[in-house]
């Protein structure tokens, strides 16, 4: 009889390099464990929403619109495991390839890469999406608190912000690091493990 997969719920902004990073640690946790990663959009752009930024980062949220209202797009219309393909190709482009983010040429083509309807990234210039997105948003971010970003994942039921990881481990390596975050959340009271970062995203 085969062991049955876990699930783990994901969620992601298509603009963060370490959601990123954590999102392919995941893919391949699941060529070792039995694990199903189901993808969520979350919006860094709505979660600073009213907060004081810096200039240069309060234009970096401003181009991530387009991409969390694409990615909502691409699940209302294609549903949740077309978002999973959505989300490499887009952040394919914008991380190892380092495209513009906010740039709409950018999202068509990789919803063309995808097979998907290009004027979704027209729509996503738009507030089309916004109510759908604000949810998902919330449905990810509320259990885990206002005061982390993205990577979150929701697994045996706890909400965490995390692992922020560079670069992401492959093979059992993946799995060895699926097995000890798995593993923290049978304690309750587990809240938080934290060390600077020394390094920057590494894209294999």
């Known amino acids: 009889m085969s062991e049955e997969r876990q699930q783990v719920d994901f969620w992601f902004d298509p603009l963060c390099p370490w959601a990123w990073m954590a999102s392919r640690w995941m893919l391949e946790v699941e060529k070792v464990r039995p694990v199903h990663t189901v993808f969520h959009v979350m919006s860094l752009s709505v979660l600073n929403e009213g907060r004081d930024l810096d200039p240069g980062y309060l234009d970096h949220m401003k181009r991530g619109w387009i991409g969390v209202r694409a990615a909502i797009g691409v699940e209302q219309q294609y549903g949740t ?3 999973r393909d959505f989300y490499t190709a ?3 482009r914008y991380h190892p390839m380092g495209e513009t983010v906010g740039d709409p040429e ?10 998907f309807d290009e004027t979704i990234a027209d729509r996503a210039q738009t507030d089309e999406y916004d109510e759908a997105l604000r949810l998902s948003h919330h449905q990810g971010m509320d259990p885990v608190g206002s005061d982390v970003g993205t990577p979150v994942l929701h697994i ?6 995390g692992p922020v990881i560079s670069p992401a481990p492959t093979g059992e390596a993946a799995g060895d ?3 000890g975050v798995s593993k923290v959340t049978a304690a309750d009271g587990f809240f938080e493990l934290k060390r600077s970062r020394d390094r920057e995203p590494i894209f294999n």
Request: with cysteine; hydrophobic share 50%.
């Open 177 to 179: 690091l699926f097995d």
């Open 156 to 161: 045996n039921g706890k909400a965490l912000f």
């Open 81 to 83: 495991e077309a978002l």
């Open 106 to 115: 950018v999202v068509k083509a990789a919803l063309r890469e995808c097979g």
């Open 90 to 92: 887009l952040g394919t």
